[in-house]
């Protein structure tokens, strides 16, 4: 199984990217085509003493999308940008899974347009994983939809549901909607509608979860729009940042790596009818590395059949 | 000068509102009208050794809204709560500005109700202060408006200008919009047009703030619909907390301190035709004396009259 990989995605792309898949390969029994300018690749695969002996290929991508390009804009200009070629490589069935920590809205845009999307998905969703205290739950969608409709939240705990259980072991995960207070009239417009579209349907649903207690396990799938979601993670994000510079550096390692997706290696994409990953824009080697062997946990375990199957039970109970 | 007290709001209350408004008159400077069950409440009073010297006077309410009560069920049930009859007494001009710790909803139903909008406010918004590398930001709407219209939001940036520079003593306060991308383009549909409204207007508009610069003080005023707001200090005082179960307890009651409103006092209620001043419901006796004073210095200093000449300047220029 091979993953394609964005090389040119990142911060820190190619170099951290080709450092990172390299150790994918030799420490999660993977393999690895590596999108981009494969000239500037190979060179970098040649700084890697073992490199020639590791299960990489190099696919070649003329283009690449900038971090702070609009995807849009971007995927129109080229057709052949390293995200738009990697991803096809999954529709193709040349790779099993797509890993980028380019440009968020291009790989969206990109996973979507090459896999389609799920049956009953409507729309993909990026999921994170936050700590509770009781374990780690799902927070979607983190970003991927800055508008929504109250449907979109039931199909987003669908996805988060069918993540839970194959990619944290929750057997029985609980879902919560975020919102400014817990009773089912509080919050704007979507989340009251949503709230009576969960309410209604089959899925464990436990109420509106309040931003407070994200972090304390009131539910094992946090479902909000992507605008909220975003906010959410990137200024606890921020907070964890300002705590560091405040109070010095060291016992925040271990926090960071909590709140950090770097460590788990990045965020998937839900929804679209193939396994995506998604890292962040400042993933080290070793948040790449963990990245890749994340997308390909998903393509072993088959996420991607586990969610079509939940978006079966739902299709027409919402619309 | 008397502030009006709610005396039977918060989760300790009336107890420790009772506390920390005796330390307010002792040390602020101020006058305190008591609001709430007049026996409870002389009770409390007894208690403190030297109540009787201080300038305390006690206004009888029959009723109080619960903590998880709805806002508009409970003042539609009563016409005296205390949160009601403490409002009056502003907009009767018997006290010059109003604290509540209590239920944030049904506080700013009451000061709306009883105080009045000012002219142009067309929403009132809830302003709280975060900390940021370049000092104190003022953050709003943080819970008034679970629903926004764009226009609201340039008058959220009038209103908290006038809140920097008085509260804070911000001399050009910079606004910033909260989005998830620093681009014009990015953001949900609300933000993408309070974005066009802003940069059209005469106000110093830095731009869209990505919620990971929130507490990086790129801008000295940031608004954002209630709902979001609400979410991202909820999630960071969220983060805080767990920070604190995780590394121990000591180094981060100084941090607790830059996020919690409590060393502050509380959130300026803004657009409503008087000082009001909304704490946490968790206020210790300290929050609720500081939360005093600050309704008090908003009064002495003038920031009704600060933020209703704001507000006359981009009249008409929004709709």
Chains 1, 2 share one sequence.
Do not use: W
């Not at 390299?22 to 003493?49: F, K, N």
């Not at 080229?78 to 995200?83: A, F, L, P």
């Not at 780690?136 to 409709?149: K, S, Y």
């Not at 479902?223 to 906010?231: A, L, R």
């Amino acid at each position: 199984m091979h993953i394609a990989v964005d090389a040119m995605g990142g911060d820190h792309a190619p170099r951290v990217v080709v450092a990172g898949a390299a150790e994918a390969v030799r420490t999660a029994g993977v393999g690895v085509v590596l999108v981009g300018d494969a000239d500037l690749v190979r060179s970098e695969l040649a700084r890697i003493p073992d490199s020639s002996s590791l299960d990489i290929r190099v696919v070649h991508a003329a283009d690449a999308v900038g971090m702070g390009e609009s995807p849009v804009r971007a995927l129109r200009r080229s057709r052949s940008t390293s995200i738009r070629v990697a991803a096809d490589l999954v529709a193709t069935g040349q790779a099993v899974a797509l890993y980028s920590a380019g440009n968020t809205g291009a790989t969206v845009v990109a996973a979507h347009g090459a896999m389609g999307l799920l049956e009953g998905a409507e729309r993909p969703a990026l999921a994170t994983v936050v700590p509770t205290s009781r374990g780690p739950a799902v927070l979607l969608d983190v970003g991927a939809n800055a508008d929504c409709r109250p449907a979109h939240l039931v199909m987003f705990a669908v996805m988060g549901m069918a993540y839970a259980k194959v990619g944290l072991g929750i057997t029985q995960p609980r879902v919560g909607l975020l919102s400014i207070g817990e009773e089912a009239g509080k919050g704007n417009e979507l989340v009251r509608l949503a709230h009576g579209l969960l309410r209604d349907s089959a899925l464990p649903f436990v109420g509106n979860v309040e931003a407070r207690d994200v972090y304390s396990g009131a539910a094992d799938v946090i479902v909000c729009d992507g605008f909220t979601g975003n906010i959410a993670i990137k200024v606890s994000e921020a907070m964890v940042d300002m705590v560091q510079q405040r109070l010095g550096t060291e016992a925040f390692e271990a926090l960071r790596r909590l709140v950090d997706d770097s460590e788990r290696g990045g965020a998937p994409l839900l929804g679209v009818a193939g396994p995506c990953v998604v890292g962040h824009g400042r993933s080290s080697a070793c948040a790449i590395r963990n990245g890749i062997a994340m997308a390909h946990r998903f393509a072993a375990d088959g996420l991607i059949d586990r969610i079509a199957s939940g978006l079966v039970g739902v299709r027409g109970s919402v619309s």
